[in-house]
């Protein structure tokens, strides 16, 4: 039996890591990954841990239990790669990858691609007076192609405002000597909106696995690499 380790990065456009989800099992955990949100952190229960370290300790694990990766588009290999120094260590080179988005796309086009466009634009409100790239990005999102599942996205979840919300969080704590139980209501609500946004991917990514596993399993395969490959 194959064993999948679902898992999402929050990450800025600097490369700075703030947040990891993973879901494996069935569990989901989430590492925080800036010390700035120590406090944050700490109101949710959360672990503080240095990005490398957790991504480290992510990799061995899969390799001793035989783990197939899976994350939403190859982003987080290009996140990997820049925590060693812009190369996949040999060891880990042979994990293989799956890139749901790929296997998503595949899917619909195989299976549901009228049905799909029947959907039309997903969040009309945030495509208003966007470019047909980033509307291409928004439809294509996993948020988007969740709705051809049973597993829709939560009403607060927003399509590139996640950096928004954790900046505005960090600014908050900055003006109350880094206490979160001192920031506005405001800030605390967009750090809960975060971390669901966060943890609805995780669990979203599984849910698509599964989904496109028992309808088109070869979608899955043809989506499938080692990190070696993708690197």
Known sequence: ???????DFEVDQTGHFYLLGQR?????????????LNSAADAKG???????SVSEKLLEFALCHSVVLVAYSTAEVSYLKSLFNGQIPDRYCSLNYLNMAKAAK????????EQFDALGDYSAKQHRGQPDYIRRQI??????????TDFPPPGNYGIRRV?????YLLTALGQHQQKFEDVPRAAKRK???VLIHNRFDVEAIEVLHNTIGKEDAKCLSWATKTLGELA
């Not at 039996?1 to 898992?7: E, S, V």
């Not at 595949?106 to 691609?113: C, P």
């Not at 439809?139 to 051809?148: E, F, G, I, Q, T």
């Not at 950096?163 to 900046?167: E, L, P, T």
């Open 46 to 52: 959360l672990t503080v841990a240095e990005a490398g």
């Open 163 to 167: 950096m928004r919300k954790i900046n």
């Open 1 to 7: 039996m194959t064993n999948y380790l679902y898992l």
């Open 106 to 113: 595949n899917w619909i086009r195989r299976n549901h691609a």
């Open 139 to 148: 439809n294509h999102s996993l948020a988007s192609r969740m709705r051809l």
């Open 24 to 36: 494996y099992q069935g569990k989901t955990c989430q590492w925080v990954l800036d010390r700035a």
């Open 191 to 193: 750090w809960t909106e």
